[in-house]
């Protein structure tokens, strides 16, 4: 069994040796285009190799080792980015789900702005109703073109359009007043 501070030597000299392969590799993979922090990722490789000090594996080739840590570190936080872009994009479903066009014919009630807004917005032909709904529900329109799988010309289109509808039937509705 190996004392802590032979262990904290053996670390300090692996992070000492690796420190620029390390960061190269995790420069690599342009984490800022996914919003990731490179000093993040960085500081989790680092707990790893660390946790692999404590137990006492033993490390033939450090290079190529060090090199599987940080792919599945990077893959780790990709796949954490991706399961909360999932529970977002199911909120979201939610939301919409919940703001099931009523037919035309049926009257809303009376009440919030909100409730308001979208009553016009249910007047909306389908396609432009759609985009528009995720549109109030604070979505980019890159996001309601992926979600739609529309292209982001089609999706603009159909957004710009489907307000300047909106702001006609709020116009006729007369709650230019309330909005503005």
Known sequence: MVSGRKKERKFQKLLNE?????????????????????????????LKLWKIIVDEKNIRNPASYIKK???????????????????????????I???????VNTPAPSGTLKQSVLKAADRLMDSRRT??????????????????????AKTRNLLYRGLADLKDIIKKMGLEDEII
């Open 69 to 95: 840590v940080v792919e599945s570190a990077v893959i780790d936080q990709i796949r954490k980015i991706r399961r909360e872009e999932e529970v977002y994009l199911s909120e979201q479903q939610k939301l």
């Open 97 to 103: 789900s919940e703001l099931d066009p009523r037919p």
């Open 18 to 46: 690796f420190s620029v392969y390390i960061r190269s590799l995790v420069y690599r993979y342009q984490l800022e285009r996914l919003g990731l922090d490179p000093e993040d990722l960085l500081q989790e490789i680092r």
């Open 131 to 152: 985009v528009v709904k995720l549109y109030l529900l604070n979505m980019s329109l890159p996001e309601i073109a992926a979600y739609l799988n529309y292209t982001e």
